[in-house]
């Protein structure tokens, strides 16, 4: 049945069938993927679960002011100090922002900074259904009109609306991420093949996968409640080309083999979709099911970035599995131009420099992996310095946006908490005991007059500290401990800086969860693939001891190079999922290889052979993943270029130390005892050969 299934999509007849099938769908596709920004959910407080106090309170306020406002903080400054005719402009600027579309309420401002040097006003924004790209087009409106007529005057946009605007701006570049990523694609398979026709397949097919994969999740955010935003654009564009370039690596190269064997190029495409079918749908089901235990996530982001990047890896596998067997087999083998493989013709020679760490490590496999997982474990220590707890608004960029310069400027001249302040509302009966309460908590520098409606009083306390920063956040959490105290207030604080707040502890929370779930239901997958126990116990621990060192790397890496203030809190989950996911996958490539030899010569000819014979396409696979990710650093983020850096650091540690190293050290040491309890493990191994070098020959002639 299963040679059966894997004939079809490379058949004579089925060939065509595919191409039709994948070319009928296409259109819709294509109609629907496009559309997948107008479902995108940007702000902050959607990301968080219902039950979050900074939720409640936007719900609570909407008796106040409208929920779908952000504030906007206009600063102007001179260095020399402004005059009087810099405050009249920026009066009629005020003014003139009234007239701008999607500008709600009365400019508040402009005020002069206590040394002269600054003007500051305020301005809400409706966030319309548009979403950040409406803000963003509100506020280059409003710099269009404070530029005008400067002469001389700086001008700036910060606070929550120019911090969104920058956002939106800086996801733009996605159109350049998806370039690079394909550069990425095309350039790894010229150096792997070497045939200036090849890589147009792998790139037609990744392109087909992923707009059939946004169209896909389109669908599922439109009618099924999924929640979308512009990282999950990017990460789901890296992930699709990475991934199923990677199965289309691991196809490619057996079907190369295999025409070497087979005159009709049908029959090599059904041998070489059986034989290398198992493990391209046993990798990318971990991957998808290690993506989908996001969904266990409070973060609305991450419970939605988890199934859609899922949806991405299973379309990539579907066209990979159907629609580049068709088109490798309907173009022949001159795609491999201008080197055919050709029918009776002899291989190139297996191994090369696999086959010499092979043997390297075969001298000494207890003294390998003890010593590697020594190292690995000493560069993982790094993790200690890792700081992720969130970033301030003025810290999300590489560069320095407008906003990152506004904020700033304003710090410098005026109070760090003004124009963004945090919102308490409270029953009206206890506004003046929780106006109190607030006024005494240390870093509220001032609170305003409560207003009352409705039974329901709103008051807001001014913040002395950047609002987006760690001390404004546990001011926070201080006035919510000095508010909740007063009996029978039901008091709430909210606010900018307390959705932040909710947003690191729901990540937080969302790690200690889901990162030791995803461990088990991964282990439990290798187990039923590889039928034993102590072999995916080694493998998951290896990966894990990769994370960790991946991750320590990384730390020292942000702190001393790179620089940067911190890493968002979601980042080591995010990592570890994908780190681990990824990284079973080539542990699954090399093992089940080894296994198959293992069957017929036991596990130590098993481990070289599996080394020696898929070392050079895992290595090309780990490149275009690793590459695919680093094009993350393309755009101006911080948190993309955390993320770029650790997976692709640790998809390359994963690829030439832990699988070639580590893994082939342990399964030489331990040798049958590998598959415990399994049949294998009852096979004994053949005797070791007496000289330094092992016998591949035989071996690799016959896999």
Not at 176 to 182: D, G, K, N, R
Not at 328 to 333: A, S
Not at 589 to 605: I, P, S, Y
Request: charged letters at 15%; a neutral charge.
């Amino acid at each position: 049945m299963m040679r059966r299934m894997a004939s079809l999509p490379g058949g004579r007849v089925g060939k065509w069938v595919v191409l039709a099938l994948w070319a009928i769908l296409l259109l819709p596709v294509l109609m629907l993927a496009g559309r997948l920004g107008d479902v995108e959910e940007n702000d902050n407080s959607a990301w968080l679960p219902g039950d979050a106090e900074s939720t409640t309170v936007v719900a609570r306020a909407e008796n106040f002011q409208r929920a779908d406002t952000l504030p906007a903080i206009v600063v102007y400054d001179r260095p020399e100090g402004v005059t009087a005719a810099d405050l009249a402009e920026a009066q009629a600027d005020a003014e003139a922002f009234k007239g701008i579309a999607n500008v709600v309420g009365q400019p508040q401002g402009p005020s002069r900074s206590q040394d002269g040097k600054a003007i500051q006003t305020v301005v809400q924004l409706h966030k319309d259904r548009t979403g950040w790209e409406g803000i963003g087009t509100t506020v280059d409106a409003l710099t269009r009109v404070g530029e005008e007529n400067a002469n001389g005057l700086g001008f700036h946009v910060t606070g929550p609306a120019g911090h969104a605007s920058d956002s939106i701006k800086a996801f733009s570049g996605g159109g350049v991420l998806t370039t690079i990523t394909a550069l990425v694609v095309v350039v790894m398979l010229l150096l792997t093949y070497r045939s200036p026709l090849l890589p147009l397949l792998p790139l037609l097919t990744v392109g087909v996968a992923l707009v059939t994969s946004e169209a896909v999740i389109y669908l599922l955010a439109k009618n099924a409640g999924l929640v979308v935003n512009k990282q999950t654009g990017f990460i789901l564009t890296v992930l699709v080309f990475g991934a199923a370039t990677d199965y289309a690596l691991l196809l490619i190269s057996r079907y190369r083999e295999e025409l070497l064997r087979h005159e009709d190029r049908h029959e090599a495409m059904a041998e070489a979709l059986y034989r290398s079918g198992p493990a391209i749908v046993a990798s990318a089901a971990t991957v998808a099911v290690s993506l989908t235990l996001l969904m266990l996530a409070t973060l609305s982001s991450t419970q939605g970035l988890g199934p859609a990047c899922a949806v991405g890896v299973l379309v990539g596998l579907l066209a990979m599995v159907t629609l580049m067997p068709a088109l490798l087999v309907v173009c022949g083998r001159w795609i491999f131009w201008p080197v055919k493989p050709s029918y009776g013709s002899a291989g190139a020679a297996q191994g090369g420099i696999w086959t010499r760490v092979g043997t390297g490590v075969s001298r000494r496999p207890r003294l390998v992996w003890i010593g590697t997982t020594l190292v690995l474990g000493a560069v993982a220590i790094g993790v200690l310095g890792l700081k992720a707890d969130g970033l301030s608004s003025k810290d999300q960029f590489t560069g320095t946006p407008q906003t990152a310069v506004g904020e700033r400027i304003r710090s410098e001249h005026f109070p760090a908490g003004s124009g963004d302040p945090v919102f308490v509302v409270a029953r009206a009966a206890s506004a003046e005991q929780v106006r109190t309460a607030l006024s005494g908590v240390p870093g509220v520098v001032g609170v305003s007059t409560p207003l009352v409606q409705d039974g329901e009083a709103i008051m807001l306390g001014e913040l002395g500290d950047d609002p987006s920063g760690s001390a404004a956040m546990r001011t926070v959490e201080q006035a919510r401990i000095a508010v909740h105290r007063i009996e029978g207030a039901d008091a709430q604080v909210g606010g900018s800086t307390a959705i932040m707040l909710d947003t690191q502890e729901a990540a937080a929370r969302d790690s200690k969860v889901i990162i030791p779930i995803v461990l088990v239901v991964v282990l439990l997958v290798l187990a039923l693939l590889l039928r034993a126990i102590v072999a995916p116990l080694l493998l998951m621990a290896t990966v894990v001891l990769s994370f960790g060192a991946a991750l320590g790397v990384s730390s020292l890496v942000f702190t001393h190079v790179f620089h940067f203030a911190g890493a968002e809190a979601s980042f080591p989950l995010l990592t570890f999922v994908f780190l681990v996911a990824l990284g079973i996958d080539y542990n699954i490539f090399l093992v089940t290889r080894v296994r198959e030899v293992a069957l017929l010569h036991g596990t130590r000819r098993g481990a070289l052979t599996g080394l020696s014979s898929t070392g050079g396409v895992i290595t090309s696979a780990g490149l275009v993943l690793a590459g695919t990710f680093a094009a993350m650093a393309s755009l101006p983020l911080v948190f993309a270029a955390e993320l770029g850096f650790a997976v692709a650091f640790g998809v390359l540690l994963d690829t030439m130390i832990v699988r070639s190293v580590l893994v082939t050290a342990l399964t030489l040491d331990l040798g049958r005892w590998m598959w415990w309890p399994s049949r294998l493990f009852r096979q004994p191994d053949a005797p070791r050969p007496s000289a330094g070098k092992p016998d591949l020959e035989p071996a690799l002639r016959r896999v």
